[in-house]
């Protein structure tokens, strides 16, 4: 664990990121189904029920970012659409 530290030490001082966390970002996403109706599953007490879902269904996804200073950005989302036509 010590050797990472140090690594991440080395490269915040390289990239002079050590006195400016405002310009340290984390940003990630998740998706959510918006037509998720899973069939009533049966199992015995000992198994974990598990939810299937068809590859078909309808995704949103969530963009979330914030700095290391506590600033957060505005959630992007982005909604299922058509493929992209190049000569648009």
């Given at each position: ?40 599953v ?34 992007f ?12």
């Open positions: 664990m010590s050797k990472y530290f140090a690594e991440l030490h080395s490269v915040l001082q390289q990239n002079d990121l050590l006195e400016a966390p405002e310009r340290i970002y984390n940003i990630d996403e998740t998706g959510f189904c918006t037509e998720h109706t899973p069939p009533m049966v199992c015995g007490s000992e198994c974990k029920p598990q939810a299937i879902t068809s590859p078909r269904t309808r995704t949103v996804t969530i963009v979330c970012g914030a700095n290391a200073i506590g600033n957060n950005i505005p959630p989302y982005v909604f299922p659409g058509k493929r992209w036509v190049d000569h648009l």
